[in-house]
T-cell receptor, first 113, second 114 residues
Framework: KQEVTQIPAALSVPEGENLVLNCSFT??????LQWFRQDPGKGLTSLLL?????REQTSGRLNASLDKSSGRSTLYIAASQPGDSATYLC????????????FGTGTRLKVLA | DGGITQSPKYLFRKEGQNVTLSCEQN?????MYWYRQDPGQGLRLIYY???????QKGDIAEGYSVSREKKESFPLTVTSAQKNPTAFYLC?????????????FGSGTQLSVL
């Protein structure tokens, strides 16, 4: 059964720092991995989707990489800003089973001004 | 603006009561989903629908029911059989429900038990 883990659960960094969020999954049979942002009490916003054949995707200050064979993905945030403070979740779409995306529990990021 | 609208934002349920959460989308998406989010846990799939008048159970469907009579609407009923309904409920949609599609989410409904 696919399991998705995000460590650490919470992270505080000073403004301007480059940072990396981690996501690991147990079954490499996936179609894609998607990174989301969630603000407190709000829904999720899709940031980046990396298909299984891709190694990375970039959007602005965000860069996500995927190493399917090792079951890992990272989300790199460059020059962090207080507005980046949120919970970041990753989710994988497995090729087995019918339950669509399996979500991690998220990393709660706080960028200090 | 296109998007997903969930209502109400907050909902309180009394013992033995059924309550219905609304989800409406104007993205012209075929697939819609309901997730439950508990503190410290990942999102768990309750039900999903890839087409009008058809839906499938997810991981935690017991105590919940849905309907999909219109493409735009996918209401979720939390029945009295759901003994621990307090959670944040999220509705989502994707274009056709096939692989490699981005998920779009509503802003959620917080359900609490009185």
């Amino acid at each position: 059964k696919q399991e998705v883990t995000q460590i650490p659960a919470a992270l505080s960094v000073p403004e301007g720092e480059n940072l990396v969020l981690n996501c690991s999954f147990t079954d490499s049979a996936i179609y894609n991995l998607q990174w989301f942002r969630q603000d407190p009490g709000k829904g999720l916003t899709s940031l980046l989707l990396i298909q299984s054949s891709q190694r990375e995707q970039t959007s602005g200050r965000l860069n996500a990489s995927l190493d399917k064979s090792s079951g890992r993905s990272t989300l790199y945030i460059a020059a962090s800003q207080p507005g980046d403070s949120a919970t970041y979740l990753c989710a994988v779409e497995s090729t087995s089973g019918t339950y669509k995306y399996i979500f991690g529990t998220g990393t709660r990021l706080k960028v200090l001004a | 603006d296109g998007g997903i609208t969930q209502s109400p934002k907050y909902l309180f349920r009394k013992e033995g009561q059924n309550v219905t959460l609304s989800c409406e989308q104007n993205l012209n998406h075929d697939a819609m989903y309901w997730y439950r989010q508990d503190p410290g846990q990942g999102l768990r799939l309750i039900y999903y629908s890839q087409i009008v008048n058809d839906f499938q159970k997810g991981d935690i469907a017991e105590g919940y029911s849905v309907s999909r009579e219109k493409k735009e609407s996918f209401p979720l009923t939390v029945t009295s059989a759901q003994k621990n309904p307090t959670a944040f409920y999220l509705c989502a949609s994707s274009s056709s429900g096939t692989v490699n599609e981005k998920l779009f989410f509503g802003s959620g409904t917080q359900l609490s038990v009185l």
